[in-house]
């Protein structure tokens, strides 16, 4: 995957989980919120391979929060 298109994956899928946070009550968003950074900021130097599981594990929350709210 080109390098721009990577971090383009990354940052719209950051971006969505602290949209969809806003749906929660206010201790859970900051919770929530912290939570999302701090795994995005550890995950910032890994390897590719745990890279691309990290964020395909990522992408199928949203979608299952939506399915819930």
């Not at 590719?48 to 819930?68: A, G, K, Q, Y």
Request: with cysteine; charged share 30%.
């Amino acid at each position: 995957m080109a390098a721009s298109a990577h971090v383009s994956r990354i940052r719209c899928l950051y971006k969505r989980l602290l949209v969809l946070h806003r749906f929660l009550p206010i201790h859970l968003r900051a919770l929530g919120d912290q939570y999302v950074k701090e795994e995005f900021r550890r995950h910032k130097s890994a390897a590719p391979e745990e890279v691309e599981s990290f964020l395909t594990e990522w992408e199928v929350r949203p979608d299952c929060w939506i399915r819930n709210l």
